[in-house]
């Protein structure tokens, strides 16, 4: 099973900074790495696929970037309703697709 | 709009059944992949299960914390998907999300989810 790790587990930060999420994996996935944010009481929201690949809708101040085992999701200029949490995901294989989650606080 | 709404949930004693449902609009059901997730309160998210589209012959696949407990199944008329559950554990509480699976030549991500609905599994 291909196991996703998240850095860090949480993380405070302001308004306007910039941060980066950090996702490894426990092998080769090549850029099969989607990135999700999930607010209390609100459907999770497909924010960056393939990697690097912005969804529609989402605001370009969200980056991804990494292929292979190592990747990152940038949020550039903080804004108060990104403070959430923060998922990656395998889509490589079925079992295991999560990390455990960045919890991103003021 | 694409949308999915889940509903089903609620208080079940240990060793129960509950059926969960996923309503979905805007898209056609048969094209698609469909997975349920789950987030145990305070946990993170947890892959459930998957249900293949009618060109896939409706396949299913599941987690290894409920194989041989949930099923998944699809009214593709109704444009439902649902979640069999049975014999539960209180570790299987947890808010339950539907969501399409998009499959784009070798990729494919979760969109849209929907709101999820609430199972505790308690006595």
Known sequence: DIQMTQSPSSLSASVGNTVTITCRASQNIDN???????KPGQAPQLLIYAASNLQGGVP??????????DFTLTISGLQPEDFATYYCQQSYSTSHPFGQGTKLEI | EVQLVESGGGLVQPGGS?????????????????DWVRQAPGKGLEWVGR?????????????AS?????????????????????SL?????????CTRVVRNI????????GQGTLVTVSS
């Open chain 1, 60 to 69: 370009a101040r969200f980056s991804g970037g990494g292929s292979g085992t």
């Open chain 2, 18 to 34: 509950l059926r969960l449902s996923c309503a979905a609009s805007g898209f056609t059901l048969s094209d698609h992949y469909m």
């Open chain 2, 106 to 113: 070798l990729w494919n991500w979760f969109d849209p989810w």
């Open chain 2, 66 to 86: 409920v194989e041989g407990r949930f099923t998944i199944s699809r009214d593709d008329s109704k444009n439902s998907l649902f979640l069999q559950m049975n």
């Open chain 2, 51 to 63: 249900t293949r589209n009618k060109a896939n012959g409706y396949t299913t696949e599941y987690a």
């Open chain 1, 32 to 38: 099969y790495l989607n990135w999700y944010q999930l």
């Open chain 2, 89 to 97: 554990r209180t570790e299987d509480t947890a808010v339950y999300y």
